[in-house]
Nanobody
Framework: QVQLVESGGGLVQAGGSLTLSCVAS????????MGWFRQAPGREREFVAAIRRTAGSTVYADSVKGRFTISSDNAKNTLTLQMNNLRPEDTAVYYC??????????????????WGQGTQVTVSS
């Protein structure tokens, strides 16, 4: 059984920063990529950022480029999202996700195999 647990969410003023972390436990035999998604009330879950395990290459949603940085520690099975210059529109529940094997697109939630329960990020104006 695999479990992902996010932490680091909270309330921050616009322009501030937060660092989200995701720790995986259980039997994870392989990981192709790790990603962050977010979901605001009344909206569908949307892609934020992802990182490929082997190459370390990253991809970001246009809305967060230049502000967010995704990183991972493969030895510890952890995933981090550094969020800077936060905006009110960043307010959402943030979820981490692991993809066990190759997926053509890292932007689609259904391509990920394991999900955390989410951590709330609220940005005040």
């Amino acid at each position: 059984q695999v479990q992902l647990v996010e932490s680091g969410g909270g309330l921050v003023q616009a322009g501030g920063s937060l660092t989200l972390s995701c720790v995986a436990s259980g039997r994870i035999l392989s990981t192709y990529a790790m990603g962050w998604f977010r979901q605001a009330p009344g909206r569908e879950r949307e892609f934020v950022a992802a990182i490929r395990r082997t190459a370390g290459s990253t991809v970001y949603a246009d809305s967060v480029k230049g502000r967010f940085t995704i990183s991972s520690d493969n030895a510890k099975n952890t995933l981090t999202l550094q969020m800077n210059n936060l905006r009110p529109e960043d307010t959402a529940v943030y979820y981490c996700a692991f993809d066990r094997s190759y997926s053509a697109s890292l932007l689609i939630p259904r391509n990920y195999d394991y999900w955390g329960q989410g951590t709330q990020v609220t940005v005040s104006s």
